[in-house]
C-alpha cells in the first residue's frame, strides 16, 4: 500500500557507533532526516550525561551570538542568510569559534564603551557650551518695584551695608520637565535670596544614551554666603542637574566658549575614527555570525543527540536505538558505513523487536500537506491505520462547496489561491512573517480546491454572485402556456402570479441539461424548491459519507487481523445504517425516479412513510410508493434493532472465548511438565520453581491483557455512541443544507440592497455610471469581507466538523504519534 493511505512500515533500529565517529555519524543521520532516536539515558540527569560539557559550550556560545545580534540590530543593520548546506562543524572547531567569537564579542564591548564615553563626554562639552552662549549674565543693576516680589533684586545699590559681600554664580542645565520643580524649590529653600534664570536650548541635543535629539533647559543662579551656595549645590545634585564653572567676565566667558569648541571638534574627530571602526567589525560579525549560528546549532543538535546514547562496557562504542522507515534502512546503513569510514571500523545497525506501537509515518508534499494537517489536526493515526487524508482531498473542498455553492464567490476564491500557488517560489512569499498570510499561504492548494469546487456547486445551483445564468435553454415554456391557457388582459389584471402547468402540452420540456432550471429565480416558491432538493441532496450526502467511513474500518480490521471485528461490528453496523437512513436515501432517488413532473402532486411524502415506519403503522392518506412496501420497512426496523445486541455482546463474547482457549493451551504444556519432573529427581528443586515462576508471570500478564468488564465497557459505550451517532450525525449533515441556504439568501440581499439600488439610481447615462463606481465598490468590499471571508470561514468550519465528528469516528482512532527525526532542516531555516 502507499504511504497516503496508511502510514509506512517503521522499525526499531539499533546502531552501534565507534567513539571516534559517532559525531560524524550522527550529524550525517541529522543531515538525512531518517531516524528518530529513543533516549536510553531517561533515568539519568541531563547534568551528568556524557557530552554535557560540550552542549554547555554550545550553549554559551549561542548567548554570545544573541549579544552580537542585538549588536547588529542596534546598529540598523541586517544580518544575510546563511548559505544552505552548511554541515556541522568537526568538534575541533569549536575552539576556534569560540576564541574568535569572544575577541569580537570583548571588541564590540569595548568599541561601544569608548563610544559611550566619547559621547557623553561631548554631550557635556555641548550643554557647556549652550549654557555658555545662552546669553546669560549676572545682573549689575537692580531696580525696586513696590512690594516684596520674586522680582525683588538681592543686591543693594552701591554703597549699601553689603557692598562688601560677593556675588557667587552657579550655572548648568536640566532636564525640561524637571525645570519648574527646581525653580519652586530652590526659591523655597533659599528664601529668596537668590536670583535664577533658565532659558530653553536653541537647537536639540542628542541624547547619549537612547541617540534621541532632546532639548535642555539651562540656568543661572546668582546668590551670596557660603550656606546659600550648599543648599543650591545639593538640590542641584538631587536632580541630577549637569553643573559647569561660569566665570564673571566676559572676555574669560567668551574664552572658554572657544576652548570648548575647540575640543568639541577634536572630540567629534575621534568620534568619527571610533564609528569607522566600529562599523568595520560589525562588517566582519554580519559576515561570520549566520554561519556560525547554523553551525552551532546544529553541533548542539548532535550532542543532544549523543547524550540519549547509551556507551558499552568496553567504551569503545556507543550504542543508540532509533525508529526508522523500513525502505530508509538500505540508505541508513550505506550512510553510516561512508561516515565512520575514516575510523576503521564500520557502525553497524540491525533491526531489534519491540512491543511498543511504532510512530506513524505519513510523507507529504506542498499539496496534500494542508490536508495531512486536517486529520491530524483531529489525532495522529496509530500505526499502519488507514489515513483518511486522500479522500479527504476529495470530500472536503466538495462538502464546503455544497455550503458554499456560487460560481462567482467560488471563481475569487479559486484566482487568490491560484495566484499564491504561482507565485510560491518568490522568496519575498516564503519570508512573509504575517501569520494570517502564512495561514492562507500553508492552505493554498485546499483554497485553490475548494473554489473550483465552489465552482462546480455554483453552476449546479445556477447562482452567480445570486443571480442566475441562463447557459441553455429553460425547460418550462411561458408562451405555451400562455397561448393554451387562455390568458387574456383582464385575467392578467386580475392575477399578479402566473403558475405554470406542466400538465399542459408544450409547457414543461424536459429537465433542464446542467444544474437548476433558471426559471426557478423568478418563481415565488423559489426558496421551497431549493429548501426541498437541498434538503433531501445533503441526507444523501451524509449517509453515503458515513458508510464509505464504515466500509474504510473493514480495511483497518482486515490488516490487524482482528477477522472477528468484520462479523461483529462491521457487518452490524452497515445493517442498521443502510437498514434506517439507506432505506431513506433509496424513498428519495425512487420518488424522483418514479413521479414527473406531471404527476408530482399526487406523490407521497417520504417523510411520513419514514415515521411510519418505526411505529409499524400506515398512514390511508399517504398511499406507498411501491408495493409490499410496509413489509420491507418492519422488516429492516427488525433487522436494525437485532444488531445492536450483536454489537453490544458479539465482540466481548468473542474475546472472553479465545482467551480461555489460550489459557487451557497454556496449561496442558505446564501440565505435563510437572508430570516429567516428578519423574525425574535429578532436577533441582531451584529450577522448576523458576520455570513456575516464570510461567505464573505469563499468566498474570495474560489475564491483565484482558478483563471482560473493561471489554464490555468499551463496547456498550462504541454501541450507544454509533447508534444514537447514525441518527444525530445524520441530521447533522442537513448543516450543509443550512449553510447553503444562508449563503444563498445573504448573496440575494446584498445584490438588492447595494447593487439593485446603484443600478436604480441616476436617469442619464453619466449619472447612472458615476453612481456606480462607489457602489461597486462598495459591493465588493462586502463580497470579500462577508461573504468570502465570514462566509467561507462559516463553512470551512462546518465542513472540518463533518470530517472529524461524521466522517473520521467511523474507523480512525487518532491515538498515535509522529516520527519525528532528527533532521538539521528547521536549523537551516
Request: hydrophobic share 45%.
Amino acid at each position: 500500500m502507499g504511504s497516503m493511505f496508511r502510514s509506512e512500515e517503521v522499525a526499531l533500529v539499533q546502531l552501534f557507533l565507534p567513539t571516534a565517529a559517532a559525531y560524524t555519524c550522527v550529524s550525517q543521520l541529522g543531515e538525512l532526516g531518517l531516524v528518530e532516536f529513543r533516549d536510553l539515558n531517561a533515568s539519568v540527569s541531563a547534568f551528568q550525561r556524557r557530552f554535557v560539557v560540550d552542549v554547555r559550550r554550545c550553549e554559551e556560545l549561542e548567548k554570545t551570538f544573541t549579544f552580537l545580534q542585538e549588536e547588529v540590530r542596534r546598529a540598523g543593520l541586517m544580518l544575510p542568510l546563511p548559505e544552505a548546506g552548511l554541515p556541522a562543524p568537526p568538534p575541533r572547531d569549536l575552539l576556534r569559534i569560540q576564541e574568535e567569537t569572544d575577541r569580537l564579542a570583548q571588541e564590540l564591548r569595548d568599541v561601544r564603551g569608548n563610544q559611550q564615553a566619547l559621547r557623553a563626554q561631548w554631550h557635556q562639552l555641548q550643554l557647556h557650551s549652550a549654557v555658555l552662549g545662552q546669553g546669560h549674565s549676572p545682573p549689575s543693576v537692580a531696580t525696586h518695584t513696590d512690594g516684596p516680589s520674586e522680582r525683588t533684586p538681592l543686591l543693594q545699590a552701591p554703597g549699601g551695608p553689603h557692598q562688601d559681600l560677593r556675588v557667587n554664580f552657579v550655572a548648568g542645565a536640566v532636564e525640561p520637565h524637571k525645570a519648574a520643580a527646581l525653580e519652586r524649590l530652590l526659591w523655597r529653600a533659599c528664601r529668596g535670596f537668590l536670583i535664577a534664570s533658565f532659558r530653553e536650548t536653541e537647537q536639540q541635543l542628542e541624547d547619549p544614551v537612547t541617540g534621541e535629539p532632546a532639548t535642555w533647559m539651562t540656568f543661572l543662579i546668582s546668590y551670596w554666603g557660603g550656606q546659600i551656595g550648599q543648599k543650591i549645590r545639593k538640590i542641584t545634585d538631587c536632580f541630577h542637574c549637569h553643573v559647569f564653572p561660569f566665570a564673571e567676565e566676559e572676555a574669560a566667558r567668551h574664552a572658554a566658549l572657544q576652548q570648548l569648541q575647540q575640543q568639541s571638534q577634536e572630540l567629534q574627530e575621534v568620534l568619527g575614527e571610533t564609528e569607522r571602526f566600529l562599523s568595520q567589525v560589525l562588517g566582519r560579525v554580519q559576515r561570520l555570525l549566520p554561519p556560525w549560528q547554523v553551525q552551532i546549532r546544529k553541533m548542539k543538535a548532535v550532542y543532544l543527540a549523543l547524550n540519549q546514547c547509551s556507551v558499552s562496557s568496553t567504551h569503545k562504542c556507543l550504542i543508540a536505538e532509533a525508529w526508522c522507515a523500513t525502505r530508509d534502512l538500505p540508505t541508513l546503513q550505506q550512510a553510516l558505513q561512508d561516515s565512520s569510514s575514516e575510523a576503521g571500523v564500520s557502525a553497524v545497525v540491525h533491526c531489534i523487536p519491540c512491543r511498543d506501537m511504532p510512530p506513524t509515518l505519513i510523507r507529504t508534499n506542498r499539496f496534500t500537506a494542508s490536508f495531512q494537517g486536517i486529520v491530524d489536526a483531529y489525532g495522529v493515526g496509530r500505526y499502519q491505520e488507514v489515513n483518511p487524508a486522500p479522500y479527504t482531498i476529495i470530500t472536503f473542498p466538495f462538502l464546503f462547496a455544497v455550503m458554499f455553492g456560487d460560481v462567482g464567490h467560488g471563481l475569487l476564491m479559486f484566482l487568490f489561491a491560484l495566484a499564491m500557488v504561482l507565485a510560491e517560489n518568490q522568496p519575498a512569499v516564503k519570508s512573509a512573517q504575517n501569520e494570517i498570510w502564512r495561514t492562507f499561504f500553508g492552505g493554498r492548494y485546499l483554497l485553490l480546491l475548494m473554489g473550483l469546487f465552489s465552482v462546480y456547486t455554483g453552476f449546479i445551483y445556477n447562482e452567480c454572485f445570486s443571480r442566475a445564468t441562463a447557459i441553455f435553454p429553460s425547460g418550462w415554456s411561458v408562451a405555451a402556456m400562455a397561448n393554451q391557457s387562455g390568458w387574456s388582459d383582464a385575467f392578467l389584471a386580475q392575477h399578479q402570479l402566473l403558475a405554470l402547468d406542466p400538465n399542459v402540452t408544450g409547457v414543461f420540456l424536459g429537465p433542464y441539461p446542467f444544474g437548476i432550471d433558471p426559471v426557478w429565480s423568478l418563481a415565488v416558491n423559489h426558496l421551497s424548491f431549493l429548501n426541498s432538493f437541498k434538503m433531501k441532496m445533503s441526507i444523501i450526502l451524509g449517509v453515503t459519507h458515513m458508510t464509505f467511513g464504515v466500509v474504510l474500518g473493514v480495511f483497518n480490521h482486515v490488516h490487524f487481523g482482528q477477522w472477528h471485528r468484520l462479523l461483529l461490528e462491521t457487518l452490524p453496523e452497515l445493517v442498521f445504517l443502510l437498514g434506517l437512513f439507506g432505506y431513506l436515501v433509496f424513498l428519495v432517488v425512487y420518488k424522483w425516479l418514479s413521479f414527473t413532473a406531471a404527476s408530482a402532486a399526487t406523490a407521497p411524502s417520504i417523510l411520513i412513510h419514514f415515521i411510519n415506519m418505526f411505529l409499524f403503522s400506515r398512514s390511508r392518506t399517504n398511499k406507498p410508493l411501491f408495493q409490499g412496501q410496509e413489509v420491507v420497512q418492519s422488516t429492516l426496523v427488525v433487522l436494525a434493532l437485532a444488531t445492536v445486541p450483536v454489537l453490544l455482546l458479539g465482540t466481548p463474547l468473542f474475546l472472553r472465548r479465545r482467551h480461555q482457549r489460550r489459557q487451557s493451551r497454556r496449561r496442558q504444556p505446564l501440565d505435563e511438565d510437572k508430570a516429567g519432573l516428578l519423574g525425574q529427581p535429578d532436577v533441582s528443586v531451584a529450577s522448576q520453581n523458576c520455570d513456575e515462576e516464570k510461567a505464573g508471570c505469563l499468566g498474570d500478564q495474560e489475564e491483565e491483557e484482558f478483563v471482560l468488564s473493561e471489554v464490555f465497557m468499551h463496547q456498550a459505550i462504541h454501541t450507544i455512541e454509533f447508534c444514537l451517532g447514525c441518527i444525530s450525525n445524520t441530521a447533522s449533515y442537513l448543516r450543509l443544507w443550512a449553510l447553503s441556504l444562508a449563503h444563498a439568501q445573504l448573496s440575494e440581499v446584498l445584490w438588492a440592497m447595494v447593487m439593485r439600488v446603484g443600478l436604480g439610481l441616476g436617469g442619464k447615462m453619466g449619472v447612472e455610471a458615476l453612481v456606480l463606481v462607489p457602489v461597486f465598490a462598495a459591493f465588493a468590499v462586502m463580497t470579500v469581507a462577508i461573504l468570502l471571508v465570514m462566509e467561507g470561514l462559516s463553512a470551512f468550519l462546518h465542513a472540518l466538523r463533518l470530517h472529524w465528528v461524521e466522517f473520521q469516528n467511523k474507523f480512525y482512532s487518532g491515538s498515535g504519534y509522529k516520527l519525528s527525526p532528527f533532521t538539521f532542516a528547521v536549523e537551516d531555516e
